[in-house]
């Protein structure tokens, strides 16, 4: 994933893969959460007002069976070096492979 939270917009885009335009976008909230489609698959997560409405992540995984726990960590890692992109790699969770 790549992230870049925009400090002076108040916003962080959650780049899940490489695309070069949306195809089309849907609300997950209407004010704060937006999700982008390209070539039929959801490629991108906007989050504006990000450390008031972590919450909206979790709305959207459960909505586009996206992966939750990933979402909120790369958005508090971009929270934490604002206006620079982070790269974040999550593997499998360790817990489910012990089954």
């Not at 994933?1 to 899940?16: N, P």
């Not at 008031?52 to 909505?63: F, G, K, N, P």
Request: aromatic fraction near 8%; include cysteine; charge should be negative.
């Amino acid at each position: 994933m790549r992230v870049d939270y925009d400090s002076e917009a108040d916003a962080i885009d959650i780049r899940l893969a490489a695309f070069d335009r949306y195809e089309r976008q849907e609300q997950v909230d209407d004010d704060y959460c937006t999700v982008g489609f390209a070539k039929g698959r959801l490629v991108d997560v906007e989050l504006l007002n990000p450390a008031d409405h972590l919450d909206l992540l979790w709305v959207a995984a459960e909505r586009y069976e996206l992966d939750g726990q990933a979402l909120v960590a790369a958005a508090k890692a971009g929270l934490a070096v604002p206006d620079r992109v982070v790269e974040v790699e999550v593997g499998p969770s360790l817990v489910a492979s012990r089954a």
